[in-house]
């Protein structure tokens, strides 16, 4: 529950409280660190909010069956996706306007991920340039692009991502418009004047579109410069940086995305905060990753919130997952601290799963340690 406007909030803390133990944690602490319209905002989902609480409860429902006695003394949780070595097989995945909640916004994040050998995806819509993200991290970096409707623009964002040394392309696709966000204008929620996407600065303007009575501006308007397959195959060809895409769930997409040479892609329902009523990523995993193969990379989103969530995610078949809102809630609390903290309860979390349920490696956790 959120707190009065009228409350003062407190600064980020210096010191991990006793009592910070898990990843719900954070958001429990959340509502002293970050106004309430902000907050309503990030923990939202779309509409009903149906597809928000069933990201949760499908994870919930999968049970693991543990084998004891198994020698796990040579266990690990390093992999490799996508041709890079990760620490654990989790990235923090592209979340926008961070200063929202830390004034030093991705790049306190970047801190964190460095320490804790964390890949980060870094938003287009950044709170930060995206090249002084990049100088901080030390670990693997990604750049999320939204595409623009300038073609030239969108090629502009790449080639900066390219100069700046990330060495994937995340391309959301699920995301063309917002989806109807009922908690956060509720509350009230409005970007702050002195936040901004920095990155898109310098962007043409949109060019005036009239509609006339029998057209819709949803259809005519907002969708008429969303990006198509097409688009997808035109940025292939602009880049050497491997490209997976993000926000697919249904079998028969990821498929194509497959059959067109891209890196992979990145299961997910945008957190449930885009289209509501929609599946979980993590009851569309084993089909995905049936239709596919084995080789084809699949990530995962969508309320990771325990060491024993990310074990069920690579048990149904994804290379690794992305942690999303957590983030903001441990970078509210506790600035590069609390992120860097969170990381580690997640990897210690996962560590403990798989030595008890007697998988010490990525490659032992197979679908057969599911119920």
């Avoid at 030239?152 to 995340?170: H, I, K, N, P």
């Avoid at 501006?217 to 990006?227: H, L, N, R």
């Avoid at 699949?298 to 048990?315: H, M, P, Q, V, Y």
Wanted: aromatic fraction near 4%; glycine fraction near 8%; proline fraction near 8%.
């Amino acid at each position: 529950m959120s707190l009065p406007d009228h409350t003062p909030l407190r600064a980020p803390l210096t010191a991990i409280p006793r009592d910070l133990v898990s990843v719900a944690d954070y958001a429990r602490y959340a509502p002293g660190f970050i106004a309430p319209p902000v907050l309503e905002y990030i923990a939202g989902g779309g509409a009903d909010e149906v597809t928000l609480k069933r990201n949760r409860q499908k994870l919930d429902e999968l049970m693991i069956l543990p084998r004891p006695l198994v020698d796990c003394t040579r266990g690990g949780t390093h992999t490799t996706v996508l041709g890079e070595h990760l620490r654990h097989p989790l990235l923090l995945a592209p979340v926008a306007f961070q200063q929202l909640v830390h004034p030093d916004g991705e790049l306190a994040t970047a801190t964190a991920a460095s320490v804790l050998e964390t890949g980060m995806v870094v938003s287009t819509l950044a709170s930060q340039p995206l090249e002084d993200i990049a100088a901080r991290l030390e670990s693997p970096r990604w750049f999320q692009l939204y595409m623009q409707q300038s073609r030239d623009f969108t090629l502009s964002l790449v080639r900066r991502a390219e100069a700046a040394g990330y060495s994937q392309l995340m391309v959301t696709v699920d995301a063309p418009l917002h989806g109807i966000r009922n908690r956060a204008q509720r509350a009230g929620y409005q970007l702050p004047a002195d936040i901004e996407a920095v990155n898109l600065a310098g962007r043409p303007p949109l060019p005036s579109a009239s509609f006339d009575p029998s057209q819709s501006i949803v259809f005519q308007g907002m969708m008429s410069e969303v990006p198509t397959w097409d688009d997808i195959a035109w940025l292939q060809q602009q880049t050497r940086l491997p490209i997976t895409l993000k926000g697919l769930l249904h079998p028969a997409d990821v498929r194509r995305a497959q059959d067109m040479g891209l890196a992979g892609a990145v299961i997910s329902n945008h957190g449930g905060r885009t289209l509501d009523c929609v599946p979980s990523a993590i009851e569309m995993l084993p089909r995905i990753r049936q239709a596919v193969g084995p080789d084809f990379c699949l990530l995962l989103d969508g309320a990771i919130e325990r060491g024993t969530d990310i074990f069920k995610a690579i048990a149904l078949g994804a290379n690794a997952v992305l942690i999303g809102r957590p983030q903001l809630y441990a970078l509210a609390v506790a600035g590069p601290l609390g992120v860097a903290h969170m990381l580690r309860v997640l990897r210690e979390e996962l560590e403990v799963t798989m030595a008890l349920a007697g998988t010490p490696t990525i490659a032992d956790i197979t679908p057969d340690a599911l119920i």
